[in-house]
């Protein structure tokens, strides 16, 4: 009777009904096209010359070659229907509208960032190689490099969970919360709490999260419940049950900022497994930072920009700060956001420009590996350079796939000198850069499609900063609980596991 009652209610909750009427529309879609295409010639001649089109089409674009290869094969093999769907993908007119009205708020608001020319001048003169990549995220991705702010990096999530009760307890003004994942425990009751005790006493609370990393993990009108206690939550991008776009574009940023003052961003969700307060997939190495000063505008500016992309922004100044000017803080920061909206890679160019003038190493910590020729290109060329390349992966993948396909790459990476190390303990979902003991990242930009292509994501370059020395003594003292990879690991793997990565690996743009 039990097992009855576990089966009626996975058969009639709501995920269930959400995959099986995606199925079910996919299988329409296949069968009409099927029959249209056997019994009416001209239609099968005019989907075989539209795919034709689109083969030269897609070949012609200025996208990835990694992602035109999978819809090339697609193609190949399901003629009649990938020609379809990569029009009802491209032809999204919601998606697209969606699209312009991001654009329009990112121009909008470009006035309330401005760049204090003396700082940019002064990291020119004490690192003018450095200088060029804050350049570059201030044209082109619209955020300016500070200098007055105190950054703290914290090597797991129990930490910067502490330091997140702290901050909230000392807030004034507002609250601001932009997660991918929030679920229901120890780390969400505790924030929870605290937010009401906060809206209580008048602080303004804003909650927004995403409508696929969190909207099937929380009760049914969870959300809307929070509102009689003063807080105020939006879901991004909505999950439905339709065939779209846009649904494969996710908001991955985690955002906590507190008057404008003080913000944290990171790998680290509001859910227990993230503290280790829940064992999924071994023990769960993350990574975050906090940044007090100047630089927490910019991730305020962040999440007013998405809060509500259909409105105005007349009224971001009423949450600026009050002008403070801290002491004795070194380096440089500069948060970005990244957004599949255009096609500037903001979150990749970071990466490959830090690769790219790594003299003595570059360090990096990734939950998955699913790159590009650039990247592979990047990383074995600047291992032949003589730089120390190292990447740390999971031992134990929260995702089989992705792990599969990430050693579809280890071969080539060997080849090139570049060291893997796989994190035994567990599961690895920090994701930070660091090189040269001068510049780093912290955010939550995986080294995989999703996050360099698809998501919204968001993270904070550190120059000449001593918070990046904390990233590389987080990174070696990691290292000691890693397995190092070498060819003949990946030789001794079975052939049947190769060949499945292989597969993978050629539609790993579309996982």
């Not at 329009?104 to 760049?115: A, D, E, F, G």
């Not at 990466?351 to 990734?366: K, S």
């Amino acid at each position: 009777m039990h097992l009855f009652r576990k089966m009626l209610r996975f058969l009639f909750n709501r995920n269930t009904l959400f995959i099986f009427m995606l199925l079910l529309q996919i299988t329409v879609l296949v069968l009409i096209v099927s029959f249209l295409s056997q019994h009416y010639l001209p239609i099968y001649l005019m989907l075989v010359g539209l795919n034709m089109v689109l083969v030269v089409y897609i070949s012609n674009t200025s996208e990835n070659p990694s992602y035109k290869l999978p819809w090339l094969v697609a193609m190949l093999v399901v003629p009649l229907f990938a020609g379809l769907a990569y029009l009802l993908i491209k032809t999204d007119i919601g998606h697209r509208m969606f699209k312009q009205n991001y654009a329009k708020k990112m121009k909008s608001t470009q006035k309330y960032l401005p760049q204090k020319l003396h700082v940019l001048q002064s990291l020119e003169e004490t690192a003018p190689q450095q200088a060029g990549l804050a350049r570059y995220l201030k044209d082109y991705a619209g955020y300016p490099v500070y200098r007055n702010t105190e950054a703290a990096y914290f090597a797991e999530g129990e930490t910067m969970f502490e330091a997140m009760k702290r901050e909230i307890r000392a807030a004034k003004q507002y609250i601001f919360l932009e997660f991918f994942i929030i679920s229901e425990g120890e780390m969400w009751d505790s924030i929870l709490q605290l937010l009401k005790e906060k809206a209580a006493d008048g602080v303004e609370i804003r909650l927004m999260y995403d409508g696929f990393g969190t909207q099937f993990i929380m009760p049914r009108r969870y959300f809307d419940s929070l509102k009689r206690f003063g807080i105020e939550c939006r879901v991004f991008n909505s999950f439905k049950p339709f065939l779209s776009s846009s649904q494969n574009n996710r908001d991955h940023r985690k955002i906590l900022v507190i008057d404008g003052k003080t913000a944290f961003t990171g790998g680290i969700n509001l859910a227990d497994e993230y503290i280790n307060r829940k064992e999924r997939f071994g023990y769960w190495k993350d990574g975050g930072m906090m940044c007090r000063g100047e630089a927490a505008w910019s991730f305020t500016v962040m999440f007013l920009q998405m809060w509500d992309l259909e409105k105005g922004d007349d009224g971001i100044l009423r949450y600026a700060p009050e002008e403070t000017v801290p002491e004795g803080y070194d380096g440089f920061i500069q948060p970005y956001s990244d957004s599949p909206t255009d096609t500037e890679y903001v979150g990749k160019n970071v990466y490959l420009d830090i690769i790219n003038h790594a003299q003595r190493y570059v360090y990096i910590m990734t939950p998955y590996l699913i790159l590009d020729h650039e990247m592979v290109t990047a990383l074995g060329l600047a291992a032949k350079k003589g730089v120390d390349v190292r990447l740390m992966t999971p031992h134990i993948p929260d995702k089989w796939y992705a792990y599969s396909v990430a050693w579809s790459y280890y071969r080539e990476l060997l080849e090139e000198h570049v060291r893997i190390f796989e994190y035994e303990p567990g599961f690895v979902h920090a994701k930070n850069f660091c090189s040269d003991d001068n510049i780093g990242v912290v955010g939550t930009i995986n080294l995989d499609y999703r996050s360099l292509y698809l998501h919204y994501e968001c993270a904070a370059v550190l120059y000449g900063s001593r918070t990046v020395r904390a990233i590389r003594q987080d990174f070696d003292g990691s290292l000691r609980h890693c397995i190092e990879i070498k060819m003949e690991d990946h030789d001794k793997r079975p052939l049947p596991k190769r060949l499945v990565s292989w597969v993978l690996r050629i539609f790993a743009p579309l996982l």
